[in-house]
């Protein structure tokens, strides 16, 4: 299942940007974030996408989605100009955005690379 995040829950459950400078994650298993917009073609590719994987990595990985259209700070913190952004989280690292509607495949191969989750 994946979880839409507002700027409050992101600042519980991933990072809290107003009282941390440098990137401490407060989640317990890595986490992919889906920066979209409902007006989005290429994101309403990537949502069937982010829903399969959701489910496939259950309980391995945790999946978000933020509109940024109504989180219009969580974007600006992020610096997003462009539409899909995929944040890739991992535990203890720092973490790594990708631009663009990715395919299935390259989000396995990232999951499996970036996180080490098979």
């Known amino acids: 299942m994946v979880e839409h995040l507002t700027a409050e829950t992101f600042k519980e459950k991933v990072f809290d940007y107003e009282k941390n400078k440098d990137w401490s994650f407060n989640g317990k298993e890595p986490a992919i974030i889906d920066f979209y917009a409902d007006w989005c073609g290429p994101c309403k590719m990537v949502a069937p996408i982010i829903e399969e994987l959701s489910e496939e990595y259950k309980g391995k990985v945790t999946f978000y989605k933020i509109d940024?259209?109504?989180?219009?700070?969580?974007?600006?913190?992020?610096?997003?100009?462009?539409?899909?952004?995929?944040?890739?989280?991992?535990?203890?690292?720092?973490?790594?955005?990708?631009?663009?509607?990715?395919?299935?495949?390259?989000?396995?191969?990232a999951i499996s690379d970036v996180f080490g989750v098979k």
Do not use: R
């Open 68 to 109: 940024t259209e109504s989180e219009q700070e969580l974007a600006a913190v992020f610096g997003i100009k462009s539409i899909p952004s995929i944040l890739f989280i991992p535990v203890e690292s720092q973490p790594q955005m990708a631009q663009g509607a990715l395919p299935k495949d390259a989000f396995k191969n």
